[in-house]
């Protein structure tokens, strides 16, 4: 640790750049991501939804393309998302003495199917990620930013587990037909 104090804040900032420029230039790249490209990339992809401006479905279509994905329109494409609309729900999960909710669970859940051609390789599957916040009942400014904020992190959550269904399930595919 004395090491990084004694070097001056460019010299640090200098260093921290040649290591990422160095860890780039070799191939490094996170465990498991290139398989999913290969696999995501090997069918154009439409994504139909109920609510296709939300913002679910469009975090959906640029997490689909930054893994290689082909999205296009539905007449275009082989491979057919089908996505409901995502849900929150709300729970108390604990009471404060004055019969507050003191500690709240949040759930989102997502229904799709997914069609290749003519066959269903999933058919309404529902999806649902959990999490959990404290309740401060003299602090509802804050509760109502901090809900927005767990909601867009469930929402990210929500996707990367939807994509991850899809590339499992289109492997699986491909290696019966081997």
Not at 71 to 97: C, D, K, Y
Not at 149 to 163: G, K, P
Request: hydrophobic share 45%.
């Amino acid at each position: 640790m004395w090491l990084l104090t004694r070097f001056p804040l460019r010299g640090r900032a200098l260093a921290g750049m040649l290591l990422a420029l160095v860890l780039t230039s070799c191939g490094f790249e996170l465990r498991g991501q290139n398989a999913r490209a290969e696999t995501l990339g090997l069918y154009p992809i439409s994504v139909v939804s109920s609510a296709p401006n939300s913002e679910f479905v469009s975090q959906l279509r640029t997490s689909l393309l930054r893994l290689g994905a082909r999205v296009v329109g539905p007449s275009e494409a082989t491979l057919i998302l089908q996505v409901g609309t995502e849900r929150f729900e709300q729970r108390n999960l604990s009471l404060t003495a004055r019969a507050r909710a003191a500690e709240l669970e949040i759930r989102a859940s997502v229904t799709f199917s997914l069609q290749l051609g003519e066959r269903w390789l999933v058919e309404g599957e529902t999806l649902t990620v959990v999490d959990q916040m404290l309740n401060d009942p003299l602090n509802v400014v804050g509760k109502t930013e901090e809900l927005r904020l767990l909601q867009a992190e469930l929402r990210t959550t929500l996707v990367e587990a939807l994509t991850r269904r899809i590339d499992y399930r289109l492997a699986a595919d491909n290696a019966d037909k081997a």
